[in-house]
């Protein structure tokens, strides 16, 4: 048996903490539930005091991150779960922060609260990152008196946004490793290797091969101007960069990559996936139709398809059906237009747009795994014919030595 200190919400909204001696922290929280208490915050005793007064703390203002903004959902909907009143929820997560960005975020919003806004407002005035959809599931869970289940649906939502992404970066990684590897593997041997044997060449007074001299010429100018490239490189990334953030570059870049054979279609069913979430959500905690398209529209992540999305906004704005914009529009691909038709004439609209996301995330997922699949054994085989050319040099350079023929 272990000890866990544990803090945790009693019925009448205070909270306590303590020591309990369990097989693991799932025990702990089931003895806590039996004894009608919810678990806040459950950690390995360190040998401390089993009793101690939280000490509030001022902390100057940090960026809040993703993840601290996640675990302030999840937590704040918790607390309120628990019968917490807002304000005393919101004096609790301050008291609870294990981080100094979580306590300053948790403060910030208390006090816009404490002020007379609403948690909304607050949260709108606290941190940039909360304006949009995150204010809009909470404003929509305080008009409907379901706050913490709003809370909760957006810690989920967040969660499945999250989990989409990780598995994306996780799947490029290997490639994007095999080829940085390869690529230096490739440029030592054009400046260390190949220069050795053409130097001991030139010194016997004897001309080189034609692709010798080629091969020779290239770790040349990687010895020489490797510097040009890497500036190269960043200027021509900066430039990408500042492209990007404006409005025509980013609709000329988006466009471009919806016209590619495999990243196009792996974009359009990405931002599929992210749009039906996202309206899902927000219908399913109250949010009208119309305002619910114009934010779903905006977390795509593709502005050709926003822009689609937003002249099917319009027309259903006008009276039209959200199946018969869509399909007029052609933001969204063929079955996701007649899911949504089907979702809409058996009134099952919202279960509807969560089976539209499972069945695009799920296919970002498969397509990834194929572009991937067709990726590494490309990256392996390029590389392999570059090796092999540079090696062939440095042959036919020793061939060439010895007076045969090749």
């Not at 946004?161 to 994306?168: C, G, M, T, V, W």
């Not at 390029?382 to 350079?397: C, E, K, P, Q």
Request: with cysteine; proline share 3%; net charge neutral.
């Amino acid at each position: 048996m272990q000890s866990y200190r544990y803090k945790a919400a009693n019925p009448d909204g205070q909270v306590v903490e303590g020591l309990l001696k369990a097989a693991d922290r799932e025990s702990v929280a089931r003895q806590l539930l039996a004894q009608g208490r919810t678990p806040l915050h459950i950690a390995d005793d360190t040998g401390g005091q089993a009793e101690s007064t939280p000490v509030r703390r001022e902390k100057p203002k940090r960026s809040a991150g993703r993840a601290v903004i996640d675990h302030f959902t999840l937590e704040l909907s918790t607390l309120l779960r628990a019968g917490l009143p807002l304000g005393q929820a919101l004096d609790t997560l301050i008291e609870l922060a294990d981080s100094d960005e979580m306590a300053d975020l948790a403060g910030r919003v208390n006090r816009e609260v404490r002020a007379g806004h609403s948690l909304s407002e607050s949260l709108e005035k606290a941190h940039p990152a909360f304006a949009g959809f995150y204010c809009n599931m909470v404003r929509a869970g305080e008009s409907s008196g379901a706050l913490d289940l709003a809370l909760a649906r957006l810690a989920e939502f967040r969660s499945n946004q999250h989990a989409l992404k990780q598995s994306l970066m996780s799947a490029l990684l290997y490639p994007a490793i095999l080829l940085v590897l390869a690529l230096v593997a490739v440029a030592v041997l054009l400046a260390f290797v190949v220069p050795q044997f053409t130097q001991m060449f030139a010194d016997a007074g004897r001309e080189l091969p034609l692709l010798t001299r080629i091969v020779a010429t290239t770790g040349e100018m990687v010895t020489q101007w490797w510097w040009l490239g890497l500036l190269v490189i960043f200027g021509t990334g900066w430039w990408l960069r500042r492209d990007w953030r404006t409005q025509a570059g980013r609709l000329r870049w988006d466009e471009r990559l919806l016209r590619l054979p495999l990243a196009g279609d792996l974009a359009r069913k990405l931002a599929t996936a992210r749009f039906s979430r996202t309206l899902a959500t927000l219908l399913e905690n109250g949010v009208n139709l119309v305002p619910g398209l114009e934010i779903a529209r905006q977390v795509a992540g593709n502005s050709i398809i926003a822009q689609r999305l937003g002249m099917a906004t319009r027309r259903v704005r006008e009276g039209a059906g959200l199946g018969a914009a869509l399909a007029e529009s052609q933001a969204l691909p063929t079955l996701a237009q007649q899911l949504i038709r089907l979702g809409e004439k058996t009134g099952n609209l919202e279960p509807m747009l969560g089976q539209i996301a499972e069945i695009y995330e799920r296919d970002v997922q498969t397509s990834m795994k194929r572009l991937l699949t067709l990726a590494e054994p490309a990256i392996i085989v390029t590389i392999a014919l570059m090796i092999t050319v540079i090696i062939l040099s440095v042959v036919l350079m020793i061939l060439e030595s010895n007076d045969l023929a090749f």
